[in-house]
């Protein structure tokens, strides 16, 4: 009896001692598990949340920088969204640590927008969410910068201007879309603003060799064999028509490119075809070529202001006045000087060369 005991108290502190080592394993496992979560909700906290007015973007544009590098550089829209913004070429990696170094994108949007009286950075697309057109915020690299310094007597054409623009020449979708996002800031020496956003047409496909004003200007293979690379699409703005506020804009520049990156074919607008293969056996967006899409102009920018009623106003995505009250998501807010009747007729090119426009960018543009 005594064995038989002896044996019960063995076998059950042995089956003791297995409970405890049983419970003491499951309570590390769940630790581990409770930390691996943890682990994984602070990763899903950081991770950029896209949307379609900050998509995730090709990174094919984005050089030698990580996205999270990319995506630090955005702006709050008039309607409460996250937009992608203008940012230099070339930029920290890590603004906190110079000791990281800096990273180069593949692709540029031209001046800095934040020159003179201008302060504030563009949200880029925001006017083709209110139009519904959203597909071209997802092309980020075409959005491009004019800024103007005031000069002569900083009036009409000499006033101080900054011009936002979406326009690409490395993809097809040009060859069928008439309207692209154009935003227009002025300031002049009396003080006056005007800034408007809209979606604009751009008139129609013309593939000739050569400027011919009215319409969107693309190198067909005619224009590749004879040498003549010219791109241009002439922006028809008109914002308000004077039947509900009164107020009215008038502007047609004319965004050039002297290096557009393709060309297209008659008969196909379906795809288009890398300039630098043709004329440097280069392949598209190849660092050395000439065809990189970055040396741009602003030609013939006729304005027109005539405004007798207030100096802000609602329009929808492309002018039309709108009656009544609206909003940041459905409407623009626009801006014309109240009082304001003035003409300005130019046939020059704005700003010659190519308004300060950095170079090198490679690709994407």
């Known amino acids: 009896m005594a064995e038989r005991r002896a044996y019960y108290v063995v076998l059950a502190l042995v089956l003791l001692a297995i409970m405890v080592v049983g419970l003491i394993v499951e309570d590390g496992e769940a630790v581990r598990t409770s930390r ?3 682990t994984r909700t602070i990763t899903s906290t950081t991770t950029t949340q896209y949307s379609d007015t900050f998509p995730a973007v090709n990174p094919l544009i984005l050089g030698t920088c990580p996205p999270e590098v990319h995506d630090r550089y955005y702006v709050v829209g008039p309607d409460g969204r996250k937009y992608r913004t203008w940012h230099p070429i070339t930029v920290p990696i890590d603004p906190r640590d110079p000791s990281k170094g800096t990273c180069t994108f593949a692709h540029e949007h031209g001046d800095n ?5 201008f302060r504030d950075l563009p949200p880029f697309g925001y006017a083709a969410k209110v139009a519904g057109m959203v597909e071209e915020i997802a092309a980020h690299a075409g959005f491009k910068v004019f800024y103007k310094p005031m000069s002569g007597n900083g009036l009409g054409n000499e006033a101080e201007w900054r011009i936002v623009v979406h326009q690409g020449t490395a993809g097809a979708r040009r060859l069928v879309q008439s309207f692209h996002s154009i935003q227009i800031d002025v300031v002049d020496s009396a003080g006056r603003v005007t800034r408007v956003s809209l979606m604009a047409p751009t008139g129609e496909l013309n593939p000739k060799c050569g400027p011919r004003v009215g319409d969107r200007i693309i190198p067909d293979e005619e224009c590749v064999g004879r040498g003549l690379f010219y791109e241009v699409w002439y922006f028809a703005v008109r914002v308000g028509t004077g039947q509900v506020n009164g107020a009215r804009f008038f502007a047609a520049p ?14 196909d607008l379906s795809r288009v075809y890398p300039i630098s293969e043709v004329v440097e056996g280069l392949s598209c967006g190849d660092p050395m070529s000439f065809f990189l899409g970055n040396m741009r102009a602003v030609e013939h920018p006729d304005f027109g202001w005539g405004n007798p009623g207030p100096s802000q106003f609602w329009t929808d995505a492309f002018g039309g006045e709108v009656s009544g009250s609206c909003d940041n998501t459905r409407c623009i807010r626009q801006t014309v000087p109240a009082g304001y009747h003035a003409w300005f007729d130019d046939d020059s090119v704005f700003d010659w060369p190519w308004i300060d426009l950095p170079l090198g960018a490679p690709g994407g543009n």
Do not use: D, L, W
């Open 254 to 267: 004319g965004i050039a490119v002297y290096n557009p990156m393709t060309y297209m074919k008659m008969g």
């Open 113 to 117: 927008p934040r020159q003179g009286r």
């Open 36 to 38: 691996r979560t943890r």
